[in-house]
């Protein structure tokens, strides 16, 4: 097993999103569980989807997984190098070694002859695919395209009889008849080749040893089996993973909200979580277990549990666990994970009063990103609010006046604020004194110091905004009530 081999191969055309990460997570899985290699390899032949930023972005989606990768174009390793812009040399080598075997031929057909072959076809209700023009040139026709220096590429002669099988790990034999596949370009007039080329070529020069990729490619094995057995090497394992459905059952895409791991990251999800929901999406250990962290999922991780269904993107589940890991940080790890979103939101808090803050809010968060507008009464001298939510059910102006005067002279007695279960226990006996509900002189005092009728503990959110802050304010909404 430690023979095993898997690759990560995106295009640098932006964030990954949430199904290439899966299929990141699923080969990251295998190979740490089996102690092999988890290669990642930058498909950016494309370069006309290419974005500027599209390889860091790869990057940095990955680092915030965790998903560390043994070779690849940063680190380097034996078999690079690791983007195929970089690989053009090989590619060339291997497409023509087709050619001169028969395998694969020239084509010199121009986009303007193309195109009015896909019209004619489609005119006539026929699938559209490339007519063999090319293929059934003679010698004497070649010789005469090379002479006027004609643009050419290089395309995949399919056999025109029979059916290519590729025996998938999760969903089987998968059969598809030649006559019904294209003679795919491999390699372009530009000397760039296409996915299906490098793909193949790649995956075994880097001794991949298992293949893992979308549901979307199944249309596409029998050129990759094709081109194996041209070049006479031994297909490795394939396996199609299920797709991602949003809610709506469709494929998951920008309609359904964040889609790629740095939009996820950026809301407030924890990697925890995020990890934990991607584990379970086409995969399951047993029909109860729902948390798993990094190392068990590394312990539990085989093939044979990837499923042949598709899997729903599930935003309540992930809601959940990442409550679940929020409650399990401390409450220094908590602070720290915060404190970028204070910092984007420019309402920066010293780490000092953030960690003082985390616990009283630790129960109540589903995302980092709510921190920010559970702590805006911590910012600024006073809070503003309509002064007659300083009058609950059942009072009056008069009584919530005497409930803050109440509070007022409590707090006032108290240096700091530390000693929580002291202070409440003095507040209501404050309010029998009034003969007032607690619910009543509690919540005068909440939307007196917080400016909101629900916020994060009384108690807390008093020792963390201050003694004197919070008798300031207390006076201050006494005398709104006018």
């Not at 290699?37 to 498909?43: P, Q």
Request: charge should be neutral; include cysteine; aromatic fraction near 10%.
């Amino acid at each position: 097993m430690s023979d095993i081999r898997v690759r990560f191969a995106p295009s640098p055309t932006g964030a990954p999103h949430i199904g290439n990460i899966r299929t990141a997570l699923f080969d990251y899985l295998w190979a740490r569980h089996t102690g092999g290699k988890f290669i990642l390899r930058i498909e950016d032949t494309d370069q006309a989807r290419e974005v500027e930023n599209g390889l860091e972005l790869i990057l940095e989606s990955l680092r915030f997984l965790g998903l560390d990768w043994d070779e690849g174009p940063d680190v380097g390793g034996a078999y690079g190098p690791y983007r195929q812009s970089e690989r053009l040399a090989i590619y060339k080598e291997h497409a023509e070694r087709l050619v001169a075997q028969g395998a694969a031929y020239y084509c010199y057909c121009s986009a303007e002859r193309l195109e009015r072959m896909r019209r004619e076809q489609q005119a006539r209700g026929e699938r559209t695919q490339y007519d063999y023009h090319c293929r059934n040139l003679s010698p004497q026709e070649r010789a005469a395209h090379e002479r006027a220096g004609d643009p050419k590429v290089i395309r995949l002669a399919v056999p025109r009889e029979g059916k290519t099988t590729l025996r998938d790990f999760i969903h089987g034999d998968l059969t598809i008849a030649n006559k019904d596949v294209d003679d795919q370009v491999l390699l372009k007039s530009d000397g760039f080749p296409t996915y299906h080329l490098a793909v193949v070529v790649d995956d075994h020069l880097m001794r991949i040893s298992h293949v893992m990729r979308g549901d979307d490619w199944v249309p596409s094995f029998p050129k990759h089996v094709l081109l194996y057995q041209a070049f006479g090497w031994e297909i490795p394992p394939h396996g199609h993973l299920p797709n991602v459905l949003g809610p709506d059952k469709k494929k998951l895409s920008k309609r359904h909200g964040a889609t790629s791991v740095l939009q996820f990251r950026d809301e407030g999800y924890l990697p925890e979580a995020l990890l934990n929901l991607l584990a379970r999406l086409g995969w399951s250990y047993d029909d109860k277990t729902e948390i798993f962290s990094r190392a068990r999922l590394i312990e539990c991780f085989t093939l044979d549990k990837i499923e042949r269904a598709p899997a729903t993107f599930d935003r309540d589940k992930l809601d959940w666990l990442n409550g679940y890991y929020i409650r399990e940080l401390t409450d220094d790890a908590l602070a720290e994970r915060l404190f970028p979103f204070f910092e984007r939101a420019r309402r920066p808090l010293d780490r000092a009063t953030l960690r003082a803050f985390a616990p009283l809010i630790k129960e109540r968060l589903k995302k980092l990103s709510d921190a920010v507008a559970m702590a805006d009464f911590l910012f600024g001298d006073e809070v503003e609010y309509d002064a007659r939510l300083l009058i609950g059910k059942g009072m009056d102006a008069a009584s919530a006046r005497a409930a803050l005067r109440a509070a007022q002279s409590v707090l006032e007695k108290h240096t700091t604020f530390d000693d929580e279960a002291e202070i409440e226990a003095e507040l209501r006996a404050a309010s029998d004194r009034l003969g007032m509900k607690y619910a009543q002189f509690f919540g005068t005092l909440r939307v007196a110091v917080t400016g909101k009728t629900v916020s994060p503990p009384l108690m807390g959110s008093l020792r963390v905004v201050g003694r004197a802050k919070t008798l300031r304010r207390v006076a201050r909404a006494e005398a709104s009530l006018v």
